[in-house]
């Protein structure tokens, strides 16, 4: 009987019984690694380097909060000045957008960058909010990376009661 030494556990496994027999479970162990590349070809292919997710559009973290008499919505939009940021109360709710980008032109060609990943960024948000939103009011202020957003609530719609006469 031949023995070898498997390469990943170490373990001493004998995938010939002599010269014209073969083991059964020498076929799991080519089975093990045929799998085994597969899933490592397969994990490769959903893990990008930082330099291919540069025209990804990210999603900027919130919190929706509820305060009584209007909702706050908080971003984390690091970064970016107003005027590359849109915000759009519509039908379906709020949408906070922007991008940025780096002028290249007004860049020093001896700036001593030796890489350079933080040249263009795009982002999108949309934040289901409830009917009763005053969108005349909205009011949105950006603070040290941190955008606030807040939408007063409309009055509840009256409920009154109708006496109704019978014919």
Known sequence: ??????????????????????????????????FDDFRSEWETMFVMPQTMTTDMVRQPLIDLVDNGKDFLVTAEIPGIKKDDLRIEVTERGLEISGETQVDEKKEDKESGYIRRERRFSKFYRSVPLPENVRMDKVEAELKDGVLSVRLPKAAPPEKKARKVAIK
Request: no cysteine; hydrophobic share 35%.
């Open 1 to 34: 009987m031949i023995r070898r030494k498997d390469r990943r556990e170490g373990l001493v496994t004998s995938d010939y019984w002599g010269p014209s027999m073969v083991s059964p479970w020498s076929l799991l162990t080519d089975m093990d690694r045929i």
